[in-house]
């Protein structure tokens, strides 16, 4: 077995989920208390309100090793800032169209409405979402220009 089979054979899909801090995070967190068992490759953002996350952030999980990206916000007509989920849901319809364009999956990105009380629904998600970018594979993505060195490239990482 060669030594790319072999790595490919243990690759583990990273990703980044952005979670509001007053619906979708506190789902997660009733998830834990709640001991429901979800896989381990999701690492969580907490936003104050999911219509504050800049495309720019998901742009570079991505560019930075995430193989997905995950965002959660308040249900439709529950944002804790009236209208703050409107407004990601514009973002996130834009920023699939421009995902696309780059040649990046449409399964690679998901957006979802999760309540406080819906702890059930994050460990849903998340596997779901596991499962998805597991069969899409890894992501490859040209690595990220070092400012300051000419024509010098340099993979970086997420978590560091």
């Not at 077995?1 to 980044?16: F, G, H, L, Y």
């Not at 930075?64 to 249900?75: Q, R, W």
């Not at 399964?107 to 460990?123: C, H, N, P, Y």
Request: proline letters at 6%; hydrophobic letters at 35%.
């Amino acid at each position: 077995m060669s030594d790319k089979t072999s790595a490919k054979e243990n690759w583990e899909p990273r990703i980044v989920a952005f979670f509001c801090n007053w619906c979708t995070y506190t789902a997660a967190d009733l998830a834990g208390v709640s001991r429901f068992k979800y896989q381990p490759n999701v690492r969580v953002i907490r936003l104050m309100c999911s219509g504050r996350l800049d495309p720019q952030f998901i742009v570079d999980a991505l560019r930075k090793g995430a193989d997905g990206v995950l965002i959660g916000g308040c249900h439709p007509g529950d944002c804790h800032y009236q209208e703050g989920n409107y407004k990601a849901l514009r973002r996130f319809k834009f920023m699939k169209r421009m995902l696309s364009q780059m040649g990046i999956e449409d399964g690679r990105t998901r957006l979802e409405w999760i309540s406080a009380s819906e702890g059930d629904k994050v460990q849903r998600v998340i596997n779901e979402m596991v499962e998805q970018v597991r069969a899409l594979g890894p992501l490859h993505l040209e690595p990220v220009p070092v400012p300051g060195h000419e024509n010098a490239k340099e993979p970086v990482a997420v978590g560091g």
